[in-house]
């Protein structure tokens, strides 16, 4: 069993930046990857890291503006948002994959954060 909690969500004016964090603990090993939901809308996937960082991939909306990366010895994966636009606000998921490969699935991942919120303004 994983437990996650994510941190630094907040509110930030369009083309600002935030870092979000989720710390593990448990069986912290493995894919981890970054979700978001917005109201009325379906959870998408926006980031995924394999246990080493050596594999990642990035939603097309949020590619050369996001980066996932994660420190094993902290237990924590981060993502790093910037040029953040009116459209990223939702609230952000960190889920654990364990030993699989990458995914874009949310129905993969079998361990969910309680989510932390980001709001862009204009």
């Known amino acids: 069993q994983v437990q996650l909690v994510e941190s630094g969500g907040g509110l930030v004016q369009a083309g600002g930046s935030l870092r979000l964090s989720c710390a593990a603990s448990?069986?912290?090993?493995?894919?981890k990857g970054w979700f978001r939901q917005a109201p009325g809308k379906e959870r998408e996937f926006v980031a995924a890291i394999n246990w080493n960082g050596g594999t990642i991939d990035y939603a097309e909306s949020v590619k050369g503006r996001f980066t996932i990366s994660r420190d094993n010895a902290k237990n924590t994966v981060y993502l790093q948002m910037n040029s953040l636009k009116l459209e990223d606000t939702a609230v952000y998921y960190c889920?654990?994959?364990?030993?699989?490969?990458?995914?874009?699935?949310?129905?993969?991942?079998?361990?969910w954060g309680q989510g932390t919120q980001v709001t862009v303004s204009s």
């Open positions: 448990g069986r912290t090993f493995g894919t």
């Open positions: 889920a654990h994959g364990g030993t699989m490969a990458i995914s874009r699935s949310k129905h993969l991942y079998d361990s």
